[in-house]
């Protein structure tokens, strides 16, 4: 009868025509999707392009930096070298709880390299030397390590860690730009006596590549190893008694300069003050060095009235000496002297020296005897000192007027 009547048929049509609806509409929300997805997927891809252009020019950067300073540390560029073997220290494995500090100076003029490095505390020995269960009460108690047996323990870690520092410098230098090292080993550690904290120098060393080289460092006893190179360690590293760093001092506080032989070009009788200020400051330079002291030039601008700086090799008589050179024809007056002065208190300087071509009047000279640190240097006894170390006979300058009595 319904079939008949056609209302099946009508409700069948009904429900094609609903179900082709949903289907356009299905296909129409997949269409969006689709589009979506694939817009979403085109935009992943670009920032997946852009990114990997960026991780690629980043890649090449720091290949190219790395080769410009690979370049620069052959070449025996300070910031490079020192840079490079601060990364080799910085791989050292050391236990947890050591300290990983260290800084590096290097002077390209002669090879040398100057490490201070921080050394762990007496507490990286145990004080507990082992365990044992006591039955009877059921525990396990510890065993106290002896007092005199954790004093050489540390002091043997001390020496084991000096030795193996110096090794990694040495070994990593392939290309041999690193001529000598010179280490200080401070350790940071609160005095007992005043509670202040303090970081003491125990262990200073000097050597060179060949000497070093020479060693077999799987055979040596470390504290012996040490006095064979005659290094200056604490007799009681336990108690923090200090000893005097063979070389400190602290070069980044200057803008140095390179080099310049000045004597190998000077004549028989050459007049200083026909130099120029550059050459003469080098050849103040030269004569520190030829007295046997270690010294650099600073760069022209902003030396803070610095000409050149030197360092005491003597153990005893160590420290940082301030110079300043006067190529004058006339008086050199006691505003310079004061002004060195002020520097040499700036820098925390040990001495100040004020050389001159010319001579210094008597306002000057009192006022070096009072300051205590500084030295000043006349035409006559610069031509006697240029004479003795460097072998060349020389005229200062003009000849100064004579002094009333």
């Not at 296909?27 to 817009?39: A, C, I, P, V």
């Not at 007295?291 to 050149?308: C, F, L």
Request: net charge positive; hydrophobic share 35%.
């Amino acid at each position: 009868m319904s079939a008949l009547l056609g209302i099946g048929r009508k409700r069948y049509e009904s429900e094609v025509a609903a179900g082709r609806e949903r289907f356009a509409e299905a296909q129409e929300t997949h269409r969006r999707s689709e589009e979506q997805r694939r817009g979403t997927l085109e935009r992943k891809r670009t920032e997946h392009r852009k990114k990997e252009r960026q991780a690629l020019r980043e890649v090449e950067e720091h290949n190219e930096a790395l080769d410009r300073r690979m370049k620069d540390y052959r070449a025996g560029e300070a910031e490079a070298v020192e840079w490079f073997l601060g990364q080799a220290l910085n791989t050292s494995a050391y236990p947890k709880g050591f300290p990983r500090k260290h800084r590096i100076a290097f002077r390209p003029a002669t090879g040398d390299l100057l490490v201070e490095m921080q050394l762990p505390s007496e507490d990286a020995v145990p004080s507990v030397r082992g365990y044992k269960y006591v039955k009877s009460r059921d525990e396990i108690t510890p065993i106290p390590r002896p007092e005199k047996e954790r004093k050489e323990l540390y002091a043997s870690l001390l020496a084991q860690m000096t030795l193996r520092t110096v090794h990694e410098i040495f070994s990593s230098d392939r290309d041999k730009v690193v001529n000598g090292v010179t280490l200080n080993g401070h350790v940071t550690a609160v005095d007992r006596a005043t509670g202040h904290k303090v970081s003491p120098c125990l262990v200073t060393v000097s050597t060179s590549r060949e000497e070093f080289g020479g060693l077999r460092l799987s055979q040596v006893e470390p504290a012996a190893c040490l006095t064979r190179l005659n290094a200056l360690v604490s007799p009681n590293p336990y108690d923090l008694e200090p000893v005097r760093p063979i070389i400190e001092f602290d070069l980044s506080k200057y803008r140095l300069m390179d080099s310049m032989d000045v004597v190998a070009d000077l004549d028989s009788r050459p007049v200083l003050v026909k130099l120029t200020p550059t050459e003469f400051e080098h050849l103040i330079r030269q004569l520190f060095e030829a007295i046997g002291m270690e010294a650099w030039n600073t760069q022209a601008s902003k030396d803070e009235g610095v000409d050149a700086v030197a360092v005491s090799k003597d153990p005893v008589f160590n420290g940082e000496c301030i110079i300043q050179a006067k190529r004058y024809s006339k008086l050199v007056g006691v505003e310079s002297v004061q002004a060195l002065a002020g520097v040499v208190e700036h820098k925390r300087a040990a001495k100040g020296v004020l050389i001159t071509t010319s001579w210094f009047g008597r306002a000057s000279h009192n006022f070096a005897r009072q300051h205590g640190r500084l030295q000043l240097i006349e035409g006559p006894e610069l031509k006697y000192l240029i004479k003795e170390h460097l072998g060349k006979d020389v005229i200062p300058g003009p000849v100064p007027p004579k002094r009333r009595s």
